[in-house]
Antibody, heavy 119, light 107 residues
């Protein structure tokens, strides 16, 4: 069955960096676009970024453009989110999500990893 | 970017009642609207995509409708496990956005 396991969350000071990872299994990873979606404590869902199945296309939310970078390693079945210049408002649970093939809707989600930005 | 507005913010209903949730887009998203259910401490669950297509394993009581700017998620008869927060999401253009959510609570 599909499994998505995020890691890399933790407490970080404003202005610092953090890299999240999402290890995937149970499907042909190299055939699917992958997304990051976040949820601030007690708030709604916010889409963050997407990377196409082959890594050639990437899109970002305006709120993270220029600070966050999404990447993938199809040999390791892993998608990453490099987060630089973190701000207090970036604090959230970050989910990786597998899309329905060819559609940017999220059929499978990880359990999430919490990023806390605080001095 | 497309702004999705969900209403009402909270819906207080009893099991067995019909729930009607609305999602309005600031511009046309064609049919490219999805619905998710989220329970406390859990990741969201895809219910409906492309306005009216049920995702795998989703019960028939969840019905999506609409196109353009106005969409509706109907739960025909609420089961106890349906009390949760529901989000809509479009995929018509970048960036993808979500609505603010509707909480369906037990009356």
């Amino acid at each position: 069955q599909v499994q998505l396991v995020e890691s890399g969350g933790g407490v970080v000071q404003p202005g610092r960096s953090l890299r999240l990872s999402c290890a995937a299994s149970g499907f042909t990873f190299s055939s699917y676009g992958m997304h990051w979606v976040r949820q601030a404590p007690g708030k709604g869902l916010e889409w963050v970024a997407v990377i196409s199945y082959d890594g050639t296309n990437k899109y970002y939310a305006d709120s993270v453009e220029g600070r966050f970078t999404i990447s993938r390693d199809n040999f390791k079945n892993t998608v990453y989110l490099q987060m630089n210049s973190l701000r207090p408002e970036d604090m959230a649970v970050f989910y990786c999500a597998k899309e329905v093939r060819g559609l940017s809707v999220f059929e499978h989600w990880g359990q999430g990893t919490l990023v806390t930005v605080s001095s | 970017e497309v702004v999705l507005t969900q209403s009402p913010a909270t819906l207080s209903l009893s099991p067995g009642e019909r729930a009607t949730l609305s999602c309005r887009a600031s511009q046309s998203v064609s049919k490219y609207l999805a619905w998710y259910q989220q329970k406390p401490g859990q990741a969201p669950r895809l219910l409906i995509y492309d306005a009216s297509n049920r995702a795998t394993g989703i019960p028939a009581r969840f019905i999506g409708s609409g196109s353009g700017t106005d969409f509706t998620l109907t739960i025909s008869s609420l089961e106890p496990e349906d009390f949760a927060v529901y989000y809509c999401q479009h995929r018509s253009s970048w960036p993808i956005t979500f609505g603010g959510g509707t909480k369906v609570e037990i009356k």
